[in-house]
């Protein structure tokens, strides 16, 4: 009978446990067994310094087991291993041995350092110490085991310590039966790698390997089947990490005889024929029956009596590693490990009447548990399988903080099971059903005025193994620790959150639900930024699920939190109505996960929903780049951002303008002075050039010009195609030096196109003349080229001269385009030309130069280039209509910080008369009201505006010259007026008076 009293004497003599004698403490110095073959160790091959780890190279790894016709048990360990640098010294000059004196025998054959070839023992000089090692100390399991520790002295880097022991013996609940595995290619070198079982019984010894094939050798010697493998210098393997715990890559051989998954029930059948059962459990089961009548709300309860009174302790030493304790003694102790809060529950569920079965299982590998031969060494855990109406659960007894009806607890899942019972021939695939759920809720509560502040209201609901969690953290941690992370988290976005209400937990045990209770108020909530104050929403519990893994290109699979099942709902509730926002929905769906989310405003509020689903553990290395780009569809909808454009009623703490930088700023001033600029650097640039041109030191039988493509194309672009008309001219001042004729080069580079193509014929009548010359391009290509460049250039001079008189002004986007593109149909001749003269050196270098003229013409050129881009782009004044939705952002932030539009007012037209910047100048209207302003040289910013409602006529004049503008005048209903100017020349001001007046006819007869 096990006692209390008992224990605490175990647990004492454990930690009491010195270094006395070694005989008398199950270790001793002996030689080598003579049945183990010896491996000879070579030190002089070289390390292979880039793939060892932590410092040392493994010389020879050698176990060898021999196993008797009684099934005694021998192990054979040989470890011979190289420092290769001091890294390696601390774990080579110290060895450490576990085993269990209760039914093993230590035997220390040699401990040795070879240094320069010379071997010499340290099994005198080391200092030998036995502590109780009880790794699983902080698990509450004691099992007995001792450490072996052996501290060398004099060891180098260089050194070679090998050492060698047998332990003698094995655990007697496996009455001898045999089982073991070793793995053959490891993530680090080994240079010898030796393997052997000698096996001495009658019953057959089933081997297999896995995930490779090695040669076994198998002999037959004195009674012994011997079984060997011998690899030497195998690559070692190395796999991503973050892969489930059930991913087993490596190559291994296994040893085992059992013939089958019900020779191992047989055997683990022994173990639990009797459950024990005494008064004291009829009680407790009686009790139950008293409470409730339904089988499953019993089961329910005998489930969490057996968590919540009998503490996990675990005495596993010797056979009580395996051997259950009966039911009525771990009822009395209150405490036992799986095994035993197994039996006590089982042993209460057959007083119920509720059928039910121990089921051994692995909590790592086991859903690869039927990849592995049988053994009865594969498992790690002991559960309960319960059968109610054909209906299988999985139950823990081990569990702590489970609550709520059978149907909503978490049912562990570990792959593959053996269930203990009469006549099982396999093991069960569990397919339990694993409940884990996430349902978190969080209120904003936004203000009317941007400085009130904004209050948070989050209710947070977890079901089965979430709910196991939140309530054993709430425990550990205690609520006011709980509540200063979760503060912490939300100050992450919101620095200025502080608690308004005591964080609380509320367990409902009918529905298994836990539900956490947070209030906060958030003083300045939102956060100012170029387009106003923003306010950012994060769905973070479903983003945690979408996890990225640190190496994409994998040759492992990814592991993912399964089951798990998370919804996020954000809740936004406005003070007013000025918001406004659209519904939206988005989906996605594969075969990791699905995901939801939608957006919807109804009632002054804005509710976003986030619903995430796992539907399996892993991702397969293959698949990632799939995975991937379902992430991050996803994570693009996973976060919500709203915008504050409204000023504060206080001007004094209203948010800055950049306009207070407009105000100073004088457009024609600037203007004048860049004009003024333009035309002294062009000065200088004509300067330069008539002093090159005067020094050039062209080769005399230069006949054409050379010029490096790239620069050729760069200046070409720099200059919207100036250059070509330069490098045209260019040409024909060589042809005229070279055949002395007057061919007016100035002209011909003007009117570069009409020039191009007798420029080609120029270059076939060179290559026909000379022999050394190299292919020409074909006529077809020149009339194309010379064709090509024809029409870019007079559709560009078109559009510029003619403006958009004639053109729409989207087609002014060609003209700028085209521009850049002139230098393109000259690819042929530069090329060419760079063909012939590749041998005149000091002809491509004159070619190649960037002079002081081409510095000074880009930089000329430069100011033109961007104000046309920002012009294409709307950065700049276009000189037109355009959309609201082609504004930029730092434009409408300028117009809702000024107040000229507010709220969630879209912009529907706007034209700016300016030149550089659209704060300067403007006018347009949105969906409430009509807007106008303009810089004053006296009191800066001045602005016009009217809603739709307070307009009592609109009248227009429409201009009679292309070139002008249209005035609109905007009569309010005090008879007070202003003007809007909308550019005429491509007719959008039609467009832009139609929208307005039908704008202004729609709310006016709202009105009325």
């Known amino acids: 009978m096990k006692s209390v009293f008992t224990f605490v004497a175990i647990v004492i003599g454990l930690f009491s446990f010195g270094a006395l004698s070694a005989e008398?403490?199950?270790?001793?110095?002996?030689?080598?067994?003579?049945?183990?073959?010896?491996?000879?160790?070579?030190?002089?091959?070289?390390?292979?310094?880039?793939?060892?780890?932590?410092?040392?190279?493994?010389?020879?790894?050698?176990?060898?087991?021999?196993?008797?016709?009684e099934g005694e048990k021998q192990y054979y360990t040989r470890i011979a291993q190289t420092v290769a640098n001091a890294k390696g010294l601390d774990g080579s000059s110290q060895i450490e041995i576990h085993f269990d004196p209760t039914y093993e025998s230590l035997l220390i054959h040699d401990i040795s350092v070879v240094r320069d070839g010379e071997r010499v023992s340290r099994l005198e000089s080391a200092d030998i110490s036995l502590f109780n090692s009880e790794q699983d100390f902080e698990r509450r399991i004691y099992d007995g085991t001792i450490t072996y520790n052996a501290i060398l002295d004099d060891v180098l880097v260089g050194d070679t310590v090998d050492f060698s022991y047998s332990i003698i013996g094995s655990n007697p609940v496996y009455r001898g039966i045999f089982s073991t595995g070793r793995t053959l290619v490891w993530n680090i070198p080994v240079e010898d790698q030796y393997h052997r079982v000698l096996w001495g019984k009658s019953s057959p010894l089933y081997v297999s390997q896995r995930n490779g094939q090695t040669p076994v050798t198998k002999t037959q010697s004195d009674g012994f089947t011997d079984y060997s493998v011998h690899i030497e210098m195998v690559p070692p393997q190395q796999f991503d990490n973050q892969s489930p715990d059930w991913f087993l890559p490596r190559h291994q051989i296994n040893y085992t005889e059992m013939p089958s998954w019900q020779a191992v029930n047989e055997w683990a059948m022994t173990l639990y024929q009797d459950l024990g059962v005494d008064d004291s459990v009829r009680a407790i089961a009686q009790d139950i029956k008293n409470q409730t009548a339904s089988t499953e709300a019993q089961l329910a309860k005998a489930l969490s009596y057996v968590q919540n009174n009998i503490r996990y302790v675990g005495i596993e030493i010797g056979a009580n590693s395996h051997i259950p304790t009966p039911s009525k003694d771990t009822l009395r102790l209150k405490y036992g490990d799986c095994k035993d809060k197994s039996v006590l529950l089982l042993a209460i569920m057959r007083e119920l009447g509720i059928?039910?079965?121990?089921?051994?299982?692995?909590?790592?590998?086991?859903?690869?548990?039927?990849?592995?031969?049988?053994?009865?060494?594969?498992?790690?855990?002991?559960?309960?399988?319960?059968?109610?109406?054909?209906?299988?659960?999985?139950?823990?007894?081990?569990?702590?903080?489970?609550?709520?009806?059978?149907?909503?607890?978490?049912?562990?899942?570990?792959g593959y099971a053996l269930v203990v019972r009469e006549n099982e021939k396999s093991l069960t695939q569990m397919n339990a059903t694993s409940i884990s759920n996430i349902d978190v809720i969080e209120t904003y509560v936004i203000p009317k005025d941007i400085k009130e502040n904004a209050q948070l209201y989050v209710k947070s609901q977890y079901l089965g193994w979430q709910a196991q969690r939140i309530v054993s953290n709430y425990e550990e941690d205690g609520a006011a620790s709980l509540e200063k992370q979760y503060l912490e988290y939300y100050q992450r976005a919101f620095p200025n959150a502080a608690v308004a209400t005591p964080l609380s937990l509320v367990v409902n045990a009918e529905n298994g639900r836990a539900t956490l209770n947070e209030h906060y108020v958030i003083e300045n909530a939102f956060t100012e930024s170029e387009h106003g104050f923003e306010m950012d929403f994060y769905a973070t519990d479903v983003r945690n699920q979408l996890t990225k893994p640190k190496v994409i290109n994998r040759n492992a699979p990814y592991a993912r939190s399964f089951p798990m099942d998370v919804a996020n709902t954000i809740k936004l509730q406005f003070a007013d109505d000025s918001w406004a926002f659209d519904d939206e929905e988005f989906s996605e769906d594969n075969p990791y996960f699905n995901y939801q989310y939608s957006a919807t405003y109804k009632d002054k509020t804005l509710t976003l929903s986030y619903q995430y689903s796992a539907k399996k553990d892993h991702v397969p290395a293959d698949e990632i780049e799939e995975y991937l780009a379902a992430r991050d569809r996803a994570r693009d909808y996973s976060s919500y951002s709203i915008i504050w454009y409204k000023r504060n009623s206080s001007s004094d703490t209203a948010p800055s303008s950049t306009i207070e930088n407009t105000n100073t700023f004088d457009e024609f001033a600037f203007l004048g002075y860049l004009a003024i600029a333009l035309i002294v650097l062009f000065i200088l640039?004509?300067?330069?050039?008539?002093?090159?041109?005067?020094?050039?030191?062209?080769?005399?039988?230069?006949?054409?010009?050379?010029?490096?493509?790239?620069?050729?194309?760069?200046?070409?672009?720099?200059?919207?195609?100036?250059?070509?008309?330069?490098?045209?001219?260019r040409n024909w001042f060589l042809i005229e030096k070279q055949d002395n004729k007057g061919t007016w080069p100035i002209a011909r580079g003007i009117f570069a196109p009409f020039w191009l193509y007798p420029l080609y014929c120029k270059l076939k009548q060179h290559a026909d003349n000379e022999s050394d010359s190299p292919s020409l391009f074909p006529t077809h290509i020149g009339i194309l080229t010379a064709a090509l460049y024809f029409v870019m250039y007079f559709t560009v001079n078109t559009i510029d001269a003619a403006g958009a008189v004639i053109l729409e002004t989207d087609l002014l986007s060609v003209s700028i385009i085209l521009s850049m593109l002139l230098p393109l149909p000259f690819v042929p001749y530069i090329r060419y030309i760079n063909k012939v003269y590749a041998s005149h050196n000091q002809d491509c270098k004159n070619g190649a130069k960037i002079g002081f003229r081409h510095v000074l013409i880009s930089a000329i050129c430069f100011p033109f280039l961007m104000l046309s881009m920002g012009q294409l782009l709307n950065v700049l004044p276009s000189g037109d209509v355009v959309e609201g939705s082609d504004l930029w952002s730092h434009d409408i932030a300028f117009m809702y910080r000024?107040?000229?539009?507010?709220?969630?007012?879209?912009?529907?037209?706007?034209?700016?008369?300016?030149?550089?910047?659209?704060?300067?100048?403007?006018?347009?209207?949105?969906?409430?009201?009509?807007?106008?302003?303009?810089?004053?040289?006296?009191?800066?910013?001045?602005?016009?505006?009217?809603?739709?409602?307070d307009i009592k006529d609109i009248e227009v004049d429409y201009s009679d010259d292309k070139l002008e503008v249209t005035t609109i005048k905007i009569v309010r209903e005090d008879d007070s007026d202003f003007f809007l100017y909308v550019y005429s020349s491509t007719g959008k001001d039609n467009l832009f008076i139609d929208a307005l007046m039908s704008n202004w006819k729609t709310k006016k007869g709202n009105k009325t």
């Open 24 to 69: 008398s403490e199950g270790y001793r110095n002996t030689p080598t067994p003579d049945w183990v073959k010896k491996r000879m160790l070579d030190t002089t091959t070289p390390i292979p310094v880039d793939l060892i780890s932590s410092g040392v190279f493994y010389r020879v790894v050698d176990d060898q087991i021999k196993v008797t016709s």
């Open 355 to 414: 059928t039910g079965f121990p089921a051994l299982v692995n909590t790592e590998i086991g859903k690869s548990l039927d990849t592995l031969p049988p053994a009865v060494t594969r498992f790690d855990h002991v559960i309960v399988n319960a059968i109610i109406d054909d209906k299988s659960l999985w139950l823990d007894p081990t569990m702590t903080d489970q609550f709520g009806p059978l149907d909503n607890l978490y049912q562990p899942d570990f």
């Open 685 to 729: 640039m004509l300067i330069d050039w008539r002093l090159a041109a005067t020094s050039r030191n062209d080769s005399e039988h230069l006949r054409f010009q050379v010029v490096p493509l790239p620069k050729f194309l760069l200046m070409g672009i720099f200059t919207f195609g100036l250059y070509c008309h330069y490098w045209v001219y």
């Open 898 to 949: 000024e107040n000229l539009i507010e709220g969630t007012e879209q912009i529907q037209y706007f034209y700016s008369d300016a030149i550089l910047l659209n704060q300067l100048d403007g006018n347009g209207y949105t969906d409430k009201k009509v807007f106008s302003y303009w810089i004053d040289d006296e009191v800066g910013l001045v602005s016009e505006f009217a809603s739709y409602k």
